[in-house]
């Protein structure tokens, strides 16, 4: 109780004050009412790290639950190695939020790098992922799509879970291995791939580390990497308007609470659960 009321609820509420004032850390907070959210309806770098953000939760979540899954399914069905195959794709979520990771992509996807030099070779010349704007945001898709380990291991043991006798059953009436997964593994998997898209979708939403260092701390290329948590940081620490930062993490926390409750609405049609009647 002590740390959640000193490390998380007490600075919950001091932001969420800190929301309506003008402060730049070295002065006393100011208060502005809703000052700091009208400024952002005019504030376009706000909106273009919205725009941002939402291109890389709306694409990347997708894509990485879909190799999860992909995944998931080849481990399912292999009886030899499973548990090191499992280990090693698992591997990259428990690293891949780090620092050194990001310094690593974004000397990979440089210019002269690793992938720029593969891609060469074959006659492809993209050159360098990391200063061109618009393959800046496939780059970092991919680093989040190479983290898919931990829904892939949610995905797996959902897997486990579905009946063998549905399969046979499907397998009698003629079914073939995409009309198995479409009405059976799915529905079976519903419950799991909605937490899977739950929890990564919030995920999406709080990147920061490697958009921050791909992006050198100042969202370039043209602002391409200046995703709604860059650029917050930005303009708590870079322009000490911690009072405008806090409303901008307010905003997201609210935003993400209403997709969250989007979600959760709409999963009576098509999340099933063992013993319903559908």
């Known amino acids: 109780m002590l740390g959640f009321l000193g490390l998380t609820l007490g600075p919950m509420l001091i932001s969420l004050y800190l929301a309506f004032t003008d402060y730049d850390i070295f002065t006393s907070p100011q208060w502005i009412g809703l000052g700091n959210f009208e400024r952002m309806m005019d504030d376009q770098k706000f909106w273009d790290s919205v725009r ?4 890389y939760v709306v694409v990347g979540t997708p894509v990485k639950l879909a190799a999860a899954l992909a995944v998931a399914m080849l481990l399912n069905y292999r009886s030899k190695g499973t548990g090191f195959f499992r280990s090693a794709f698992y591997a990259p979520s428990l690293i891949g939020a780090s620092v050194s990771i990001a310094i690593v992509w974004r000397a990979m996807f440089s210019t002269d790098g690793p992938v720029d030099g593969t891609l060469s070779s074959i006659g492809i010349d993209a050159g360098g992922w990391v200063g061109d704007p618009t393959l800046v945001m496939p780059m970092m898709i991919l680093l989040a799509v190479w983290q898919f380990g931990a829904p892939m291991v949610i995905f797996l043991a959902g897997l486990k879970q579905v009946p063998g006798e549905l399969y046979e059953a499907a397998a009698v009436d003629g079914a073939g291995p995409w009309r198995k997964f479409r009405s059976v593994t799915l529905p079976m998997l519903s419950p799991v791939v909605f937490f899977n898209l739950l929890l ?13 260092i791909i992006g050198s701390g100042t969202g370039g290329p043209a602002g391409a990497t200046n995703f709604y948590t860059v650029y917050l940081y930005t303009r708590a620490f870079a322009n000490n308007q911690m009072g405008y930062a806090a409303a901008m993490a307010w905003v997201l926390l609210m935003a993400v609470g209403v997709l969250a409750f989007i979600m959760f609405r709409t999963s009576k049609g098509w999340v099933h659960y063992g013993g319903d009647s559908r």
Request: hydrophobic content about 65%; glycine content about 0%.
């Open 52 to 55: 941002i953000t939402l291109i």
């Open 200 to 212: 990564e979708m919030i995920h999406a939403f709080q990147i920061f580390a490697s958009a921050y």
